[in-house]
């Protein structure tokens, strides 16, 4: 168990250090492709693992993807991702990053990939503003409430915005109240 516990430690060190690295050396131009070509490949996970989720992006107004990473210490958590938001109606890409935070009991470290499928401009308008209030209610199997469309293995974020989850390695426990933000990163804008 300690060894498990030191790996762990170690792999959450490794992507902090990573993530600063990472974004300290790399030109705007390079991290926008960087987050571009990411975006493809959380798309292709999501489509492999629920694929109720292509449909769902072919049918939205518009979606955003986020690859995250969560470091979980005690009684604070820290999560944060980038990622790209894509306008389907208007073509506009929206480079954004997400930051969360949560107090209770935590412990582990993860990465993982987000995709929020985003139904109407009203949604849209909020999201890039960073304006969304993050709800807690998950359902195996949920409707759009507008369309009659149906978003199997989504959880409900806010008003017209959906969200899968995909975990991509790692292991964190947590019982914890969090607060999340997501809003455009203005040095990619």
């Known amino acids: 168990m300690k060894k498990k516990f030191i790996q762990l430690m170690l792999f ?7 993530s600063t690295v990472f974004a300290a050396k790399k030109s705007p131009e390079e991290i926008r492709a960087k987050l ?6 959380v798309l292709e ?3 492999e693992k629920y694929p109720s989720s292509e449909k769902a992006v072919q049918l939205s107004y518009a979606y ?4 995250a990473s969560s470091v979980k210490w005690g009684f604070y958590g820290d999560d944060h991702g980038r990622g790209v938001a894509v306008n389907k109606q208007t073509d506009e ?11 209770g009991i935590n412990f582990g470290a993860k990465e993982y990939d987000l995709l929020f499928v985003i139904v109407n401009k009203e949604a849209w308008d909020r999201f890039i503003s960073g304006n969304i209030k993050f709800g807690s209610e998950v359902s195996a199997q949920a409707s759009d409430g507008v369309n009659g469309d149906t978003f199997t293995n989504a959880a409900i974020v806010a008003n017209g915005v959906w969200v899968y989850q995909l975990d991509k390695k790692g292991l964190a426990v ?3 109240l969090k607060g999340a933000r997501i809003s455009p990163y203005r040095t990619l804008n």
Do not use: G, P
């Open 45 to 47: 996970r999501m489509y």
């Open 64 to 67: 955003c993807t986020i690859s």
């Open 174 to 176: 947590e019982f914890s």
């Open 12 to 18: 959450a060190l490794v992507i902090m250090t990573a």
């Open 36 to 41: 571009d070509e990411m975006s493809e490949q």
């Open 93 to 103: 890409r929206i480079y954004m990053k997400m930051k969360e935070m949560s107090l």
